[in-house]
């Protein structure tokens, strides 16, 4: 019987669903404050009407500005961390070698199935840049194990794992 490749399609845009989200309820909230507060001020509706579209004028202006600050920030900090992990590679090649172990080691690997997996990437500077980026400069699993507590990181993910578990035999007791 032939088979169907299998593809996962995962959901890309959680952020811009965010700031969608976010903006809506900024964009719409303010406004119609304004107008009710207006209300209660000015007997004119005209004035209201003016008042409320300037503010929504305003706050897109704001919330635009607000989010390309953001963003450009947000690309700042990347190249500035990029670079100072491309020379901790160069310079402190072993201090970043233990890093990448530390975050195996919140995955549960040992030092033993860690190691050739450090000195793959370590033969290869731009998967290694790439790693540190994803999981160590960036990463919370890897500001936890840089900070070098990876035995606090592994036990709150075993903690919330018997939560989860906990939570799903309480809920299967109703099923009967």
Avoid: C
Wanted: no cysteine; charged share 25%.
């Amino acid at each position: 019987m032939p088979q169907t490749p299998h593809v996962e399609q995962h959901f890309t845009a959680g952020e811009t669903v965010r700031d969608i989200v976010i903006g809506m309820s900024d964009g719409l909230t303010v406004p119609f404050a304004l107008a009710a507060g207006l209300t209660g001020a000015v007997s004119s509706s005209n004035v209201i009407i003016i008042a409320g579209l300037a503010e929504i004028a305003a706050g897109s202006i704001a919330m635009g500005l607000g989010g390309f600050l953001a963003a450009r920030g947000d690309m700042e900090h990347y190249i500035s961390e990029r670079k100072r992990e491309e020379l901790e590679i160069k310079e402190k090649t072993q201090a970043e070698k233990e890093e990448v172990m530390n975050v195996l080691k919140t995955y549960g690997l040992t030092e033993e199935e860690s190691t050739p997996i450090v000195e793959a990437l370590s033969k290869r500077p731009k998967a290694w840049l790439d790693f540190m980026m994803r999981f160590i400069a960036m990463g919370l699993g890897g500001y936890l194990a840089a900070r070098g507590d990876a035995e606090h990181y592994a036990s709150e993910r075993k903690r919330e794992e018997l939560e989860i578990k906990e939570k799903t035999q309480a809920d299967n007791i109703w099923l009967y």
